[in-house]
């Protein structure tokens, strides 16, 4: 089969499209010829040799896709062949076919389009599991998030507007800030312009953010202490502002606040932390949402797989809006 190869470390001109080995179906793994897979943060980290893929592993990029079960591994059952698919995957989506856990399957939701349904895995599991089920988002709540408008942040809106949230975000441009309110952002914030810390206390009258969801890491670690209420919640699920920064331990003690740190990928399949209680809660709080057309997925462009290196562009300059998808060349 064909994927994306990567020449070594480096920036998007490694990523190239040949042969790679087809994959097996293992004992409670389907494979799926995919329809397309979505680029994340996460593929950029790889790429430039900053973030290996878990043990036992695809080496080939990839954290999430969509598309139709062709191959049914030993003990797997609820899964057939030709089943329409979505996954979450611990890598292997740029390609033609990937191996997967079947318990990190969900059904194409009714209503969506097979190929835009490999932008909804990543996203919908990171929010849902950090945002709801990690810092217990309540209705009346605000809810700060970071990015707006990228995967990530387009499906915090949404979700946090449904649990009936006060929702403030910060993003780069008005055309940006324009599509953040269109999915049900309250307030918005230009980050380069104005001190989100300042807004979201004028914005509450003092009182701070009660949630708060970070891509940033180190970078914004005090601000985001900072803009927490009394009993606020940080959850850092981003290093895209560095890995190391100093936390007030007086500021966070006298708030009666929490930070926390979280990772998907490395997650093991099941067991304790599993990433299939996860997406069995996503198919059970998300999906009829997305079927109802209530929260959808947001695409800002669909390129082929031999494109790779222009879609990690895209995405290392920000120039998108929700995900950027790649489809397998014909």
Not at 95 to 111: F, H, I
Not at 236 to 259: F, N, P, Y
């Amino acid at each position: 089969m064909r994927a994306v190869t990567t020449s070594g470390p480096g920036g998007p001109e490694v990523l190239g499209w040949g042969e790679v080995p087809d994959p097996v179906a293992g004992p409670g793994e389907v494979v799926v010829d995919v329809a397309a897979t979505a680029v994340n943060r996460a593929d950029l980290l790889q790429r430039a040799g900053n973030y290996p893929p878990p043990r036992g592993a695809s080496e080939v990029l990839g954290l999430e896709c969509s598309g139709i079960v062709s191959e049914v591994g030993e003990g797997v059952t609820g899964w057939s062949v030709g089943a329409e698919v979505c996954a979450l995957l611990a890598g292997g989506g740029y390609a033609e076919r990937v191996a997967v856990p079947a318990v990190q399957l969900l059904p194409r939701p009714a209503g969506v389009e097979l190929a835009t349904a490999a932008a909804l895995p990543e996203v919908t599991c990171t929010v849902w599991s950090n945002v709801f089920q990690l810092a217990g988002l309540r209705r009346g709540e605000t809810f700060l998030v970071h990015g707006g408008s990228s995967g990530i942040g387009t499906m915090a809106i949404q979700l946090a507007a449904r649990a009936g949230a006060r929702v403030v975000t910060t993003a780069g441009t008005e055309a940006k800030r324009a599509a953040c309110r269109e999915l049900g952002a309250d307030v918005t914030i230009d980050y380069r312009e104005e001190d989100f810390v300042e807004r979201v206390r004028e914005v509450t009258g003092g009182a701070g953010a009660d949630v708060v969801l970070d891509n940033m890491g180190a970078k914004y670690l005090a601000r985001n202490v900072d803009a927490l209420a009394v009993g606020g919640r940080l959850v850092v699920i981003g290093m895209q502002g560095g890995t190391k920064a100093e936390l007030d331990l007086g500021k966070l003690l006298a708030k009666r606040a929490s930070v926390a740190a979280t990772a998907l990928r490395s997650r093991p399949s099941t067991g304790p932390g599993g990433k299939d209680a996860i997406v069995a809660a996503v198919r059970a709080e998300v999906w009829p949402d997305v079927e109802r057309g209530v929260v959808r997925p947001i695409v800002d462009r669909r390129l082929p797989m031999s494109r790779a290196a222009e879609a990690h562009r895209v995405v290392e300059a920000s120039e998108h809006v929700g995900k950027v998808l790649l489809l397998p060349d014909a």
